[in-house]
């Protein structure tokens, strides 16, 4: 039986949030998108399989205490997640470090120009 993680009534499992204390439960108020939260005083972030391979760029990173994408490291291992191809790796860190990218193709430009000159 699911039950509140502040006020521990009793709860159906597509409530969006609780009867008692108001805690939602749900993100959106959308029964379909699960929120998740810290419970303790660690932040969801720490066992997170997306702050742990560094392709998450939300802002609450990496104090989350709630968040609608967490998903465990622990589950993750559990499911033998497929690797990621070399391209894929690319692609994330690419779109992890724009300011660093944007950076370097200015010095690049910059080598170009004085070069041609
Ligand atoms: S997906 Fe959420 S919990 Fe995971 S690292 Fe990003 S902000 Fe933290
Ligand atoms: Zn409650």
Redesign the pocket.
Known sequence: MLSCPRCQATLEPTAIQCPRCRLPLKAHGHPGIPL?RTEGGE???A?????ADDT?????????ET?????SVNAAQDMELPALSPGQQISFWVRNHRGLMALGGLLLLSLVLVLVR
């Not at 066992?47 to 702050?51: A, G, K, L, N, S």
């Not at 998450?56 to 989350?64: D, E, T």
């Not at 968040?67 to 998903?71: F, W």
């Open positions: 998740h932040a969801l972030c066992t997170c399989v997306y702050d998450c760029n939300f802002p609450q990173r990496p104090h989350a968040c609608t994408l967490y998903r």
